[in-house]
């Protein structure tokens, strides 16, 4: 049987890597891509006709507020996107009987941790995003028992724009760069990111609940400017600093344990390296 697959904020990066693989789901799924204006997912009412009027099986939900700095003054708009919203789609989700797919943050951690975040471990957000990301998964579970909640961190595609294509972009124009190296983390490929998504859909997963989905390892901002400044044979491009003033606080350790994926797909993950050098090659071949 076909599955019938709503997209929420199918402009956004992880949006239009879904759209870009969906050719290859062509007799097993179709997919309903909506943008910002054609379904504003802070308002309850459009939500529930739209959900209403179609008969979705899932809906996975790229739409959020994702500006971490500004989300510290405009918190009621981060509010709306990315904890109000996120109820009106649990509620939908559960009158219509769709499974949820929503994506969440390492930014619900505290990053005191000196081992990667699993699952189940204690969420303390140290910034306003974080905090609505939180609150956002908060409703899911309170809704909701059909549902997954995929954490994923520092994401990156081909598309719109992200620390990956900026680097490169700056790199190619022969820019100097001096990159913080206080932050640990994973970057995430939005095309390894979402072949999971369409895992858990093609392979119809009954395992509900909370998955951390990063790359394999970790790295640091400065760790992944140098690696793109190497692919581009431009290492003394970057240079390293402790760290730069920002609005909003950050993690210093959001490594995700992604144990749980691999045991549910049975198979391990690509090493972060791995995933960002098919972006760089796929930018460098525009
Ligand atoms: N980017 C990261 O590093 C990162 C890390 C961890 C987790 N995540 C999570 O991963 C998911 C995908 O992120 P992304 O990088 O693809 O984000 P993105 O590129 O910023 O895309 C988000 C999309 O959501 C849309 N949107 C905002 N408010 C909306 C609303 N009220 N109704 C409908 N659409 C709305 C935005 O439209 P406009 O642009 O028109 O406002 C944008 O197209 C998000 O849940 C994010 O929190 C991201």
């Known amino acids: 049987m076909k599955s019938k697959v709503l997209v929420t904020g199918a402009n956004g990066q992880l949006g239009k890597t879904i759209k870009e693989i969906s050719s290859n789901y062509i007799e097993s799924i179709t997919f309903v891509f909506v943008e910002k204006s054609e379904l504003d997912i802070t308002k309850k009412d459009e939500v529930d006709r739209f ?25 009621e708009i981060a509010l709306d996107a990315n904890a109000n919203a996120v109820k009106h789609l649990a509620l939908s989700s559960k009158t219509y009987d769709v499974t949820l797919i929503h994506i969440s943050t390492d930014y619900v951690f505290d990053g005191t941790n000196t081992r990667p975040y699993k699952e189940d471990d204690t969420t303390n957000p140290i910034n306003q995003y974080g905090e609505t990301k939180l609150l956002g998964e908060q409703y899911i579970k309170e809704n909701l028992e059909d549902y997954f909640i995929i954490r994923t961190s520092w994401l990156y595609s081909k598309f719109n724009k992200n620390f990956v294509k900026t680097i490169f972009n700056k790199l190619k124009t022969d820019e100097k760069l001096t990159i913080i190296t206080s ?47 190497a692919y581009l044979n431009k290492t003394t491009n970057v240079s390293p600093i402790e760290d730069y003033p920002s609005k909003a606080k950050r993690p210093q350790y959001s490594v995700l344990d992604n144990q749980k994926v691999e045991t549910l797909t049975n198979k391990p993950l690509k090493n972060w390296e791995e995933s960002v050098d098919e972006v760089l090659k796929s930018l460098s071949q525009h």
């Open 51 to 75: 959900f209403k009027l179609n008969d979705f099986d899932y809906c996975i939900n790229c739409a959020a507020y994702t500006n971490v700095d500004l989300a510290e003054t405009e918190i």
């Open 183 to 229: 932050q640990q983390g994973t970057p995430t490929s939005c095309l390894d990111l979402s072949n999971f998504i369409v895992f858990l859909i093609k392979n119809t997963i009954k395992n509900y609940g909370v998955y951390h989905f990063s790359a394999r390892g970790n790295t640091t901002w400065y760790g992944l400017g140098a690696h793109i400044s």
